[in-house]
């Protein structure tokens, strides 16, 4: 379980010299085997409230707890501990460039595991199989397809066999056909591995693909917390607009 206790975070523009409220005061819980799908505006925090459940965001006030253990007051080496059980896919994949498919998979299982090199080798080729990518272990970044990258960015994210997933706009900058075998990728996933996931979007093909449960963001609050089917009854002026705008949204980054 992931529980968001009542957490606030500003950042300081240096530029302006101003202090912009991103979140304040939200408070949402995240149970075991849930697929949740936060969405919102360009710019509304959606991001920042993923880094704050992995630990990369510490907030100003209120506790992130996962499985009972309050993350932001623990030391790094428990927050590392708590990191192994979430895997994270980010945009774009954010493979480095300089590593081949196998090596870029390989980096989260030699930090969090001790298990030996051969094993580590089979579960590369195990996660690769699972996203349909078996072979391409070799191949550079740069061989890649923006739809192969998120395929690999997901096989990284689930090499360590994670209780949760956390997935940063997954299908940004896809088609439609292959954002809907992303969509059945990530469902395949979930269900299969009875895992929690996670995931910002802005695309509603994503929202009803994927996720039993969908949260939006407007103004530093939750606005929203239903189903994906109880959107389109909202009378909410902004999830209005948001639904009949979303059609012109595929393909822009958050």
Do not use: W
Request: aromatic share 4%; net charge positive.
């Amino acid at each position: 379980m992931i529980e968001i206790k009542n957490i606030s975070k500003s950042f300081i523009d240096k530029d302006r010299g101003v202090t912009n409220n991103v979140i304040d005061d939200i408070s949402i819980t995240i149970n075991k085997g849930e697929s949740v799908a936060i969405i919102g505006k360009s710019g509304i925090g959606k991001s920042v409230l993923l880094k704050h459940i992995i630990g990369l965001v510490k907030p100003d006030r209120g506790n992130i707890c996962i499985d009972g253990v309050n993350i932001n007051s623990i030391s790094f080496k428990e927050l590392q501990k708590i990191r192994s059980t979430i895997g994270m896919v980010f945009q774009f994949g954010a493979l480095l460039d300089s590593m081949n498919v196998e090596e870029n998979i390989g980096l989260a299982l030699n930090k969090f595991s001790k298990d030996p090199k051969d094993l580590i080798k089979e579960k590369i080729l195990n996660s690769l199989e699972s996203v349909n990518m078996e072979g391409t272990e070799k191949l550079m970044p740069s061989e890649l397809s923006g739809g192969m990258k998120k395929r690999i960015g997901i096989a990284r994210a689930i090499a360590l066999n994670p209780k949760y997933l956390l997935y940063d706009e997954p299908t940004t900058g896809l088609d439609p056909i292959t954002t809907s075998k992303i969509n059945l990728l990530i469902k395949r996933i979930h269900e299969r591995g009875n895992i929690t996931s996670i995931m910002v979007t802005h695309e509603l093909k994503t929202v009803y693909d994927v996720s039993d449960r969908v949260i939006m963001l407007d103004k530093k609050k939750v606005i929203f917390d239903n189903k994906p089917s109880e959107l389109i009854n909202s009378s909410k002026q902004i999830i209005q607009e948001f639904i009949g705008n979303n059609k012109g949204l595929k393909g822009k980054n958050e």
